[in-house]
């Protein structure tokens, strides 16, 4: 199984920082890497596949990079609705895994 | 609209039974591979199962093989888990997923307690 760690746990930011997430994977996933955003109470929401491709309607400030095993998920400028928790995923093999999540919260 | 809606979770004791559906509308349904996934309370994200358009490719969790099983009938665009001699640890919301983690549902919740 693909362990994915996340760091950092928690990032507190102001609105109109910029917030560098970082995924890191126990072995090569490829580019076979999402990003996913969940807000309390509501469904997990698509923002990145393939380690850099925003998800339909995503706005141009969140953007992913990297390959292998090191996987990093930037918002530019951060927007009030942006304050979440996102998680990585891979889909290179099975079973499908999760990070355990990054809570960017207000500072 | 591309729509998902859970239905079927509830309250069941431990080593009981239950089984989720998921109606999925907007799309066509029997050209999509579909997932399950849970979020415990408080918790990450645990990919539950995953079924191909034709039921022939089935995957599992380890936590939950040889007790779940997912299955579709594509003639009604439903997705379903069974679940059986469930656990407290199996408590969560349970969301159905397209392939691609593009369109989830709302939600279902489980509760295993006695």
């Known amino acids: 199984e693909i362990v994915l760690t996340q760091s950092p746990a928690t990032l507190s930011l102001s609105p109109g920082e910029r917030a560098t997430l970082s995924c890191r994977a126990s072995?090569?996933?490829?580019?076979?890497l999402a990003w996913y955003q969940q807000k309390p109470g509501q469904a997990p929401r698509l923002l990145i596949y393939d380690a850099s491709n925003r998800a339909t309607g995503i706005p141009a400030r969140f953007s992913g990079s990297g390959s292998g095993t090191d996987f990093t998920l930037t918002i530019s400028s951060l927007e009030p609705e942006d304050f979440a928790v996102y998680y990585c995923q891979q889909r290179s093999s099975w079973p499908l895994t999760f990070g355990g999540g990054t809570k960017v919260e207000i500072k | 609209e591309v729509q998902l809606v859970e239905s079927g979770g509830g309250l069941v004791q431990p080593g009981g039974s239950l089984r989720l559906s998921c109606a999925a509308s907007g799309f066509a349904f029997s050209s999509y591979n579909m997932n399950w996934v849970r979020q415990a309370p408080g918790k990450g994200l645990e990919w539950v199962s995953h079924?191909?358009?034709?039921?022939?490719?089935?995957h599992y969790a380890d936590s939950v093989k040889g007790r779940f099983t997912i299955s579709r009938d594509n003639a009604k665009n439903l997705l379903y888990l069974e679940m059986n001699s469930l656990r407290d640890e199996d408590t969560a919301v349970y969301y159905c997923?397209?392939?691609?983690?593009?369109?989830w549902g709302q939600g279902a919740l489980v509760t295993v307690s006695s």
């Open positions: 072995q090569s996933v490829s580019s076979s």
């Open positions: 997923a397209r392939v691609a983690f593009d369109c």
């Open positions: 079924i191909s358009t034709s039921s022939s490719n089935i």
